[in-house]
């Protein structure tokens, strides 16, 4: 195994490209061109909800780290959960065998979710949490047919998901994934063929979606959804009443409801779980991300009694046969159960509250900006749409210049900040992003304005 510098390829050759191929020799990062992307800075430590540089510089932390570290960096509650648990058992196979983390945390969760949500199936990450959910939706109606309790449920093979959603990049969450908005339109050709629709949010669109469900629900075996936000896909809200809608309709035609709540889950929209704003009960939730407050991976498919009972036979291939290597990580339950503990000890619902307050009193400024779309708030969730954005790395680097850690994408700017946030700290996010904002939609005016073979300056 190489540990020097490949050799670089002609298509790599600029001065650029070289010194971030010698700075990066063997990492692959995600969701960026290497070849053309700035040289990401080398984060050293973190501290409540801050970022440190190697280079000695500080940055207030405006993402969570993808919306995870909800109690901030280094909480010591969780710091002693991991340390005490390492020390007993950092891991063990969950096939053949159990741990008390993994039971304390499934039956902590069957409490804090509502309805008959009961059963838990622990994975690593958000995206195989939605494989495992659309894997028993599927299987739940093969095995109904198979015991002759809906002989009609065996046509039940596809999966109908929403525009603008996002459900993970593995090979079977990128064929629910919106083909056109989303990162995976490559893989089109490549992908099994699913149902793609608009969210109810008008009449003419809840007409169509009755339509589509009229002629081809009997195919359906699950309806895919982000309760309340489209998270990666543009962090596009819609109102409780959709949920309740589809709650309706998947009865109706019996198909089974999946919330995605990997991004909402454990606070972000104000409430525990963005559900509980509809008070509707999927049959399946996927939860991940905030679960462990950012410290380790672990993600949970959460089923309905009756979704599991469907399960149970004398036949073995009646049972769920997936498993992942380090399903259930005592490590990362023991953090996952400390993080529950600060949900019970700590007041983070009404630090929810009071970042919603903020966000909206001090993001509204940002509405009077030339090239604004939107600006709009759930929780602590604070976004400010553009109606274009051709700079997100020149941005993100306008950012750590105020000393921020701001991560724009696709054409919008937002923040989910650390629950554990002060005023000071947020109103830093707030300010740095608004004159960032200000100076670059001010310049694209000016640009626009001047003559040919003028500029301006900022």
Not at 41 to 67: C, M, Y
Not at 156 to 173: E, I, K, P, Q
Not at 333 to 358: G, H, K, T, W
Not at 360 to 385: F, H, Q, Y
Request: glycine share 8%; hydrophobic share 45%.
């Amino acid at each position: 195994m190489s540990t020097s510098a490949p050799a670089l390829s002609q298509a790599s050759g600029t001065p650029a490209a070289q010194a971030r191929a010698c700075a990066l020799p063997n990492l692959w990062l995600p969701y960026c061109q290497m070849q053309t992307a700035p040289l990401p800075p080398t984060v050293s430590h973190t501290q409540g909800t801050s970022l440190f540089l190697a280079d000695g510089q500080e940055l207030t932390d405006g993402v969570a780290s993808w919306w995870t570290a909800c109690h901030g960096y280094n909480h010591p509650h969780l710091q002693q959960a991991l340390l005490a648990q390492a020390g007993r058992m950092p891991h063990v196979m969950f096939g053949g065998l159990v741990h008390e983390p993994a039971r304390t945390l499934a039956a902590r969760l069957a409490d804090l979710l509502p309805g008959e949500l009961e059963r838990v199936f622990f994975t690593d990450s958000g995206s195989v949490a939605m494989e495992v959910a659309a894997k028993i939706a599927l299987q739940y109606h093969m095995n109904k047919a198979r015991t002759g309790h809906d002989p009609q449920a065996n046509q039940r093979r596809r999966l109908l998901s929403f525009r603008g959603g996002y459900h993970g990049d593995t090979m079977g969450m990128m064929a629910v994934c919106d083909p056109e908005e989303g990162m995976h339109a490559l893989f089109g050709p490549a992908l099994p063929s699913q149902i793609l629709a608009d969210l109810p949010t008008s009449p003419e669109k809840l007409v169509a979606l009755e339509s589509l469900l009229s002629t081809q629900g009997h195919e359906i075996a699950a309806m895919l959804v982000e309760p309340l936000v489209q998270g990666a896909g543009g962090m596009v809200f819609h109102p409780p009443e959709v949920l309740q809608t589809l709650r309706r309709l998947c009865d109706r035609h019996g198909i089974l409801l999946v919330f995605d709540e990997i991004f909402t889950g454990f606070g972000r929209t104000g409430t525990l779980f963005a559900c509980q704003q509809a008070d509707v009960v999927p049959d399946i939730i996927a939860l991940s991300k905030a679960l462990t407050g950012g410290m380790l991976p672990l993600a949970a498919t959460v089923a309905r009694r009756e979704i599991f009972d469907a399960f149970l036979s004398e036949a073995p291939e009646a049972a769920l046969m997936h498993g992942p290597t380090f399903m259930a990580n005592p490590l990362a339950c023991a953090v996952a159960n400390a993080s529950l503990d600060l949900f019970a000890r700590e007041p983070r619902l009404e630090q929810v509250a009071a970042i919603s307050e903020q966000l909206r009193e001090e993001l509204a400024p940002c509405r009077t900006l030339p090239g604004v779309r939107d600006v709009r708030v759930m929780g602590a969730i604070g976004v400010v749409e553009l109606e274009k954005l051709d700079n997100a790395p020149e941005l993100g680097r306008r950012f750590m210049q105020e000393g921020v850690w701001i991560r724009p994408f696709r054409n919008i700017v937002y923040l989910t900040p650390a629950f554990t946030i002060t005023p000071e700290q947020l109103r830093k996010l707030t300010a740095g992003l608004y004159r960032v904002l200000k100076a670059e939609l001010t310049q694209q005016v000016r640009s626009k304005q001047s003559p040919p073979g003028k500029t301006h300056s900022a």
